[in-house]
């Protein structure tokens, strides 16, 4: 069995910077990190908005957040799908499979984690911060950036847990991206792939290498925030 | 201060039959207190009398159960007049960024021009002898440091009336001594000052009036001189004398 | 800071923005076998150079292709299932179906052989064999082509698949492949796939050759009247060169290990 030799071919193929990998690896990164920036950008304000405005539905809407943190990939995918699908709302864009489909799904699943997150951590802050904050005349509104900076360093962890998420998913892209070959095959499907082919070491060398990335982002954000609460208290 | 400032007073301030209710408890009731235009203002009172609530309830951080808490401002809008006060509490929340940040923070949210932040959060710095830790992130500064930040940043804010909440409990005493005399700069300034304190020596040294609290009513209002040399009933005497009483 | 973080916030933006290629592309949907048997890493290249049209490949199974062209998400297809294809055209969907080439399905079990299938004289004792014997067997059961054939494979030797015995997976056909490997199990494969599986463990063919096990491919152009506003000008151009003696040798040429997967047969 060609077993060993096929994780060589692993290892090869990543230290000789074989172009192919190298344009997946790009793609994995690409897209989710973007799916990671866009579904941080709208879930922490509306996390922290959540966490300091009372209104009707509020208890269900966390509810419903904290559940949406399970929600399978490959639901999202088919939503995703259905939305822009040519027989879908969405479907004259003509975005499915293509890289902005997947970003579009994976945002969808990053979304309740970095807001679920957002809201406890704020709303935890707000307590700590509202009699000094309201005294300073600072509205509830107003508040939100102000708490959003002060709870950077905890909510970086959400925003690395979406990454986490988005990084490690097959069900979802696999639906929307389709896979093909230079266009929209990342990390995950491409080891999906792979072990379909039985070419099972290879799949795991694959594997090794996105885990290796997730780490290596990982470290460098906790580096960073590190250093930076020993800098700040 | 700005011109509309000097042109109307915030000031007095007047409470009427102001109760507050907390889960089916009274904590405080049948408040009826004036606090006038000028002087310092010294809340007495054993724990849980309900001098925070107090303080809380005049700087418009708590609402009344029932009664009226009102300025001699009361057309202005809530913002504005939230603008003309400033409170210290007894462990500040300072923010985490720098201690220049910090005022430069407070200032935003009372519209002061982006342009002119710098250079007013600086001269309160100097002001309090912070200068030279402009640049130190706020929440590594020591308790007393982290005090004079907190009265800096009021000091900033040009308050008509400044409530401080406790200020020295938690410091040192050289501490204790740099903030009384930020809280007589401030009345120079000519700012009012509502305090509350635990220190019968502070209140003795600071106090121009005191409000003596027991049991959430407002036992004796009365010039700190004639309060503490006669106070009107056995628990303001008790209290003075330090005996517990509740 | 903020500021700087949002100037990064929008080269990540700007960088994740498709890169929309200049070259022409059409989507084709299809199956999972052609796809992994390399046989579209071989002629998209060919067709590529001969037109300057690229075409991307969703691979699924044929029941999801089926879909995915109904919904007007792909240009072109071009699966495994003659009756449904031919379905597809006579509701209106597609306009034009036309025979591409064909491979042959095999019949995959452990080496030492329990149901001794590799002495039948048909692909309907074979199966018959397995059945008699309740002989561990794995099937796709996921609507594609294969798992039709496989069906069709049952019907044929009049057996029932009622029992623990057979296992019906859901999957692709190399996930399958993978699950019998595990279980060393019986199974049904097309050739391609096969040929072109590593981890086949103590997995051999032990039957292949019967008429009943041929496997047809055909590709399917998309009714234009219902889908408007697909790429029809450029599909047809792939659908012709399939057709054509350059798409047909091309067929022909991609072999695994010197064995040739699948069989132009365009008429």
């Not at chain 3, 969907?93 to 299938?117: C, H, L, T, W």
């Not at chain 3, 692709?172 to 391609?192: I, K």
């Amino acid at each position: 069995m060609s077993g060993s030799g096929s994780f060589e071919q692993a290892l090869n193929l990543i230290f000789s910077f074989d172009p192919a990998l190298m344009e997946i690896i790009a793609l994995s990164l690409r897209v989710s990190l973007t799916a990671v920036v866009i579904a941080a950008v709208l879930a922490l304000p509306v996390g922290a908005a959540i966490a300091l405005f009372r209104f009707p539905g509020r208890g269900a809407l966390v509810t419903v957040l904290n559940a949406l943190m399970g929600l399978p990939p490959v639901v999202a995918g088919l939503m995703v799908y259905l939305l822009l699908s040519r027989a879908g709302p969405l479907g004259s864009l003509g975005l499915l499979f293509t890289p902005t489909a997947m970003v579009v799904a994976q945002t969808l699943l990053v979304f309740p984690i970095v807001a679920a997150l957002s809201r406890q951590v704020v709303e935890d802050l707000w307590e700590e911060y509202r009699e000094q904050l309201q005294s300073l005349g600072c509205n509830r509104l107003r508040a939100i950036p102000t708490l959003l900076w002060d709870a950077r360093f905890s909510l970086i962890t959400g925003v690395l847990a979406g990454f986490g998420r988005a990084s490690a998913e097959v069900g979802a892209v696999l639906i929307v991206g389709g896979n093909i070959d230079g266009v929209t095959r990342m990390m995950t499907t491409a080891i999906a792939l792979e072990t379909s082919k039985g070419n099972l070491p290879l799949a795991l060398g694959l594997g090794m290498v996105l885990l290796l990335l997730v780490a290596i982002i990982n470290a460098a954000a906790y580096q960073m925030g590190e250093s930076a609460k020993r800098r700040l208290g | 201060m700005n011109d509309m400032a000097i042109s109307e007073r915030l000031l007095p301030l007047q409470l009427n039959d102001v109760s507050f209710r907390h889960r089916n408890q009274t904590l405080l009731q049948d408040i009826n207190l004036q606090l006038g235009v000028s002087g310092r203002t010294v809340l007495l009172g054993p724990n849980g009398a309900g001098k925070s609530l107090l303080m809380r309830l005049c700087h418009g951080l708590l609402d009344p159960t029932s009664g009226t808490v009102r300025w001699a401002l009361d057309n202005r809008s809530w913002a504005d007049i939230r603008q003309r006060q400033a409170m210290v509490f007894q462990r500040p929340v300072l923010l985490r960024r720098s201690a220049l940040a910090n005022i430069r923070h407070a200032l935003a949210l009372h519209g002061v021009k982006r342009s002119e932040r710098n250079t007013l959060a600086m001269a309160a710095l100097d002001r309090f002898g912070l200068a030279s830790l402009s640049a130190r992130p706020a929440r590594v500064l020591s308790g007393g440091e982290q005090q004079r930040l907190a009265l800096a940043r009021a000091w900033a804010l040009q308050p008509e009336i400044l409530f401080l909440d406790e200020p020295t409990s938690a410091l040192d005493p050289a501490a204790v001594k740099a903030v009384e005399d930020a809280v007589a700069a401030f009345q120079a300034l000519g700012t009012r000052i509502v305090m509350s304190t635990h220190d019968m020596g502070q209140a003795r040294r600071m106090a121009d009036d005191v409000v003596f609290l027991l049991r959430g009513r407002v036992h004796e209002h009365a010039p700190a001189s004639t309060f503490f040399e006669s106070p009107q009933t056995p628990e303001a005497a008790a209290f003075i004398r330090g005996e517990l009483i509740w | 800071m903020i500021t700087r973080c949002f100037a990064m916030a929008l080269t990540v933006l700007a960088l994740a923005l498709p890169v929309q290629a200049q070259e022409q592309f059409i989507t084709l949907a299809s199956t999972t076998s052609t796809e992994q048997s390399g046989l579209f890493g071989h002629i998209i290249p060919k067709f590529r150079d001969a037109t300057g049209i690229d075409v991307r490949v969703v691979a699924v199974g044929t029941g999801q292709a089926f879909a995915i062209a109904r919904a007007g998400d792909a240009d072109i297809l071009m699966v495994h299932d003659t009756v449904g294809e031919k379905k597809f055209v006579s509701e209106g969907y597609g306009s034009e179906r036309r025979d591409v080439m064909y491979n042959d399905f095999v019949i995959i079990g452990p080496s030492d052989d329990p149901a001794g299938i590799a002495e039948a004289e048909s692909a309907a004792e074979a199966m018959t064999l397995i059945a008699d014997a309740e002989a561990a067997f794995t099937s796709r059961g996921d609507d594609s082509g294969t798992h039709r054939a496989e069906l069709r494979l049952w019907e044929g030797a009049g057996v029932s698949t009622e029992g623990s015995w057979y296992r019906e997976l859901g999957s692709g056909m190399g996930p399958t492949l993978n699950t019998a490997a595990g279980m060393n199990a019986y199974v049904v494969s097309d050739r391609a796939t096969w040929l072109n599986f590593s981890n086949r463990q103590d997995l051999k063919i032990l039957f292949q050759g019967d008429d009943v096990l041929f496997n047809q491919y055909g590709s399917v152009l998309i009714n234009p009247e219902r889908h408007p506003e697909l790429k029809h000008d450029l599909a047809e151009q792939w659908h012709e060169w399939l057709l054509s003696d350059e798409g047909q040798s091309a067929i022909s040429e991609h072999t695994i290990d010197g064995q040739q997967l699948f069989f132009p047969n365009a008429n």
